[in-house]
Structure formats: structure tokens, C-alpha cells
């Protein structure tokens, strides 16, 4: 029988350098390139306002998990719920349907009277056996009214 590797962590991203993976690198690139343009194309104290605002997104978006999920796919599922037109629900209640009054449920449930069933100890035993031996010991085919081993056949 050949066996075969069964891959457990498909969801896991691949790393890239040490703990980065390839998304984290990617964003945070895109991120030091804009960092690069706005150091280029503005003044000192208004980059360093701008470089301030794009490291904090930039590292949100890399780094960030909310409820184990990615911040990108956080702010999508908040921009839906957002843009969703309804937003509340109105339960309505039904005029028709009868009305159970508390008085009634407590009388059904003081009637309710629980009595369990009881296995006899040769089967209680045997089931316990085929559970221990995680199946190997298939039973000696004792026959109860609601169940049948492999070993004995309908007719």
C-alpha cells in the first residue's frame, strides 16, 4: 500500500526573510518606494508628515491581523457591512400563532419522567472490548433487537 504526505498547513503562507512572508515583503516594498517619492517631491517637514502616515498603513496592511483575519480582508468585510441597505431586521410578531403560557411548559416538563435503558453486561463488555482494541476484535455477533454484526446475515 503506498502512503502518501498529506500536507497540514495549506493555509500558511510561505517566509520569505526569517518571519516575512511574500505579501509582508511585497507591501512593505510598495510602501518604502512611496516613502521614497514623497521624499522626493516634497518638502522636509510636510515629508516627514507623509512618511509618518504611509509607515503606520503600510505596516497595518502588512503586519496587522484582526479576528486572525488580514487587515485587507478586515476593511473589505467592513466596507459591505457598511454599503449593506438593510441594517436591521424588524421581528414581527405572529397574531395567529397560539401562545404557550409558562404555566402550561412547566406542567409538560414536571410530566417528563426520564428512565434510561440498560445494557446487559455481556454486551456492555463486549462493546467496550471492540472500542479498546480500536476494532481489531470485531465481536462475538450477540444479537439485539436493534442491531446485528457482520458476522451474521439477514435471512
Sequence with gaps: MDRFIIPQFIDAEDKVIGPIT????????????LVFVTYKLSMFYVFILEAVII?????????????????????LDFIEYVARVPKFAVWQRNEN???????DLQ???DDYVFIPKSLPKKKLSEISLIIDTGGA???????????????????
Design 55 to 75: 509607515s503606520i498603513v503600510t505596516l497595518c496592511f502588512a503586519f496587522l491581523k484582526i479576528n486572525g483575519k488580514i487587515f485587507q480582508n478586515f476593511i
Design 22 to 33: 511574500v505579501r509582508q515583503f511585497l507591501i512593505c516594498s510598495i510602501g518604502g518606494l
Design 137 to 155: 476484535y470485531s465481536g462475538e455477533g450477540i444479537v439485539d433487537n436493534n442491531t446485528m454484526t457482520n458476522k451474521q446475515e439477514v435471512k
Design 97 to 103: 400563532a397560539p401562545i404557550i403560557k409558562e404555566l
Design 107 to 109: 406542567k409538560k416538563m
